[in-house]
Each structure stands twice: as structure tokens, then as C-alpha cells.
């Protein structure tokens, strides 16, 4: 049985929709290109990296409600292969710049603080955006190249270009999880001179749980996959339930540390997700002090209204293990991991 056979009723996608989303974007791709000759690098590109069920929802929600940044959105995201006429919609639709005479004021929902497996609800809450994503990225098998080879047969510039384009119609610097390019983050970071990569860290034990927990949710149960399938796939996949997940969360932490060393210090930021949720606030500070005033010219709000904290959920919940095993388990994996590295 195949990975989208085996998900559960509530996310599984629908074909109509697929189809229809397939035949749209593609009659709307020589409209999006004539919407790339501003595609010069004016705004900075910030890419959130981690392991999945680590908190980079919650921070691509907050940061969007910042107002900071643009991002995907789930409206944009259903323009995935022309996401620039996809902004110029969203803008009509939504902008107050265009809103006559409260005609269309459906679509400004606010953001909240709650998603689904990085599922989000409303029209301009945060989207995933990897429909996007793969457009430029060739991977087959697993959701990883050799740097080589990645870009030999990627498009990586055309990633770049349209990222730009994208920033320059919103004006704003713009974020979005890049967590498809955990184990090819120089690669992406050679495309742009502004781009800040936040990498979320979360205490490993409690990632665990999550992981195990968004697999029942997907799949009904704790047995198969979830998330992308990085270059250690073949070795993780056919283990135990619990240290498949450690050896996920192990390898994602390695590759990402390994990925941001070699940046300098003003393109990367690594937060804790305990502690962001203790004082998010403290983060905007930080992440503006990493963006060049360029991002915000002379009309940029930068005073912090956002939430004063979250609640982390770190809290052991799964029956199927214990809180003991799971860190366990992540020792065991990390140090046969790290064998394998060196």
C-alpha cells in the first residue's frame, strides 16, 4: 500500500481539487513569468529548518502574525506553480490598498496559534508550501541530493528568482519553512546574498513524542513513515516505531548543525523551542537584529505586538512508550549515527 492510501480520512487529499489545481497553475504560467522580470534580490529570504514536530509551525504563525515578513499562505499555496500571479490575487483580494467599499473582506481571517501535522486553517494563515518546493527540486526516492548532483539537475536559480520576485511584489522581507533542504542547506544558501536561515530546536525526548504522535494522526498508526525521507531512510525505515523517530530527529539535528556551520553569523539563528515559547519576544528582537534595515525602509513598524508566551507541551502523553525509552533510544541512535558520520 502506498503513503497516500495508507493516511487517514481527515488528510487525505482530494482529487478534484489536485486536478483542478493542476489545470489552473498551468494555464497561469506564462502570466507568472512575465511577473519575474523584478526578480533583483532587494529583501532578505528567511528559511525555517529543523525537524519536523520541533515547533516551526507555531514559529512561522507567530512570525507571520508579527507582520515582520510575508510568507506562503494557504491561498497562495494553491498557486504553487505560479505563485507570482498568485500574490498579485491575494493582494486584490485581501489588501487593504484595494479594498473598495468593504466589497470582499472574506478572506482576512486572523492567524491562530493551532495546525494540524503543519496543516493550518484560514486563507492567510502559514502554508508548508512544498507543491512549491518540488517544482525546483528533483528528488526521486528520498527528499535528498548529493550537492552535485542536486545541482546538475535542479533548478536552484529559478527557486532563487521567483523567491525574489515574490519578496519584491509584498515588499517585506519573506519567510517560509525550508525544512524539504534540511540536508542541502549550502546549496540554498549559495543562491541568495540576504537570507537568513532560523534553525528550531527542540528538547529531543519531547520530539520524539511528537513525531510518534503526528504518525497516528496521518496514518492511523505509530508504524509508518512520516515526513520527508531523508538520506538515512533506508536505514531508519524497517527499525521499531521509537527508534525510527530517534534516528529521524538525530540525523535531521545533525544535518542542519552541520548545514548553518559554515555560514556566516548574521545569516543564521538558532532557536530553542522551549525557550522561544518562555519569551517569543526576545526572538523578534534577535531576528532584527540579523536583517539589514534595507528589509524595512522608512515605514517599517518595528515594535513588537505579538504574544507574551506559549505553552510547549512537553509533557509525556504516548502509551506505547515511555518518556525513559525515548531518550534512550535517541542516545543509542545518536551515537550510531554519529559512527556512521565520521
Known amino acids: 500500500m502506498d503513503e497516500q492510501a495508507r493516511r487517514t480520512k481527515q488528510f487525505s487529499r482530494v482529487s478534484s481539487l489536485e486536478n483542478l489545481l493542476t ?7 506564462e502570466a507568472n513569468q512575465r511577473y519575474l522580470v523584478d526578480n533583483t534580490e532587494k529583501f532578505s529570504k528567511i528559511f525555517v529548518v529543523g525537524p519536523l514536530r520541533s515547533g516551526t509551525t507555531l514559529f512561522t504563525q507567530w512570525l507571520a502574525q508579527t507582520g515582520l515578513v510575508a510568507y506562503p499562505t494557504n491561498m497562495l499555496s494553491r498557486f504553487y506553480g505560479a505563485p507570482l500571479v498568485g500574490a498579485r490575487i491575494q493582494q486584490l483580494l485581501t489588501d487593504p490598498l484595494y479594498n473598495f467599499r468593504d466589497e470582499i473582506l472574506d478572506f482576512n481571517s486572523g492567524i491562530s496559534f493551532s495546525s494540524e501535522n503543519g496543516k493550518t486553517k484560514g486563507a492567510l494563515a502559514p502554508n508548508e508550501f512544498w507543491y512549491f518546493w518540488r517544482r525546483f527540486l528533483p528528488f ?9 548532483e542536486l545541482q546538475e539537475k535542479g533548478n536552484l536559480p529559478g527557486l532563487r528568482d521567483e523567491l525574489n520576485a515574490l519578496a519584491n511584489i509584498f515588499g517585506k522581507p519573506f519567510a517560509m519553512k525550508a525544512m524539504i533542504m534540511n540536508q542541502n542547506i549550502p546549496d540554498l544558501a549559495k543562491q541568495f546574498d540576504k537570507a537568513l536561515f532560523i534553525r528550531i530546536r527542540r528538547d529531543p525526548v519531547f520530539n520524539i513524542q511528537s513525531a510518534l504522535e503526528a504518525r497516528k494522526r496521518q496514518y492511523g498508526d505509530i508504524n509508518t513513515w512520516y515526513s520527508f525521507k531523508i538520506k538515512e531512510y533506508p536505514k531508519l525505515k524497517d527499525l521499531s516505531p521509537l527508534e525510527s523517530v530517534a534516528g529521524q530527529i538525530a540525523a535531521i539535528d545533525h544535518a542542519v548543525d552541520s548545514g548553518v556551520s559554515g555560514l556566516p553569523s548574521h545569516k543564521k539563528l538558532t532557536i530553542q523551542y522551549e525557550d522561544f515559547c518562555n519569551n517569543p519576544e526576545s ?19 518595528l515594535c513588537y505586538q505579538g504574544e507574551i508566551s506559549f505553552s510547549n507541551n512537553n509533557i509525556w502523553r504516548i502509551s506505547e512508550y515511555s518518556e525513559q525509552e525515548a531518550r534512550e533510544a535517541h542516545l543509542r541512535i545518536k551515537s550510531d549515527l554519529v559512527g556512521d558520520y565520521s
Open 23 to 29: 489545470e489552473l497553475n498551468g494555464n497561469l504560467v
Open 140 to 148: 526521486g526516492d528520498l527528499d535528498y541530493l548529493p550537492s552535485t
Open 283 to 301: 526572538y523578534f528582537q534577535d531576528i532584527l537584529k540579523k536583517l539589514p534595515e534595507s528589509d524595512f525602509g522608512l515605514n517599517g513598524d
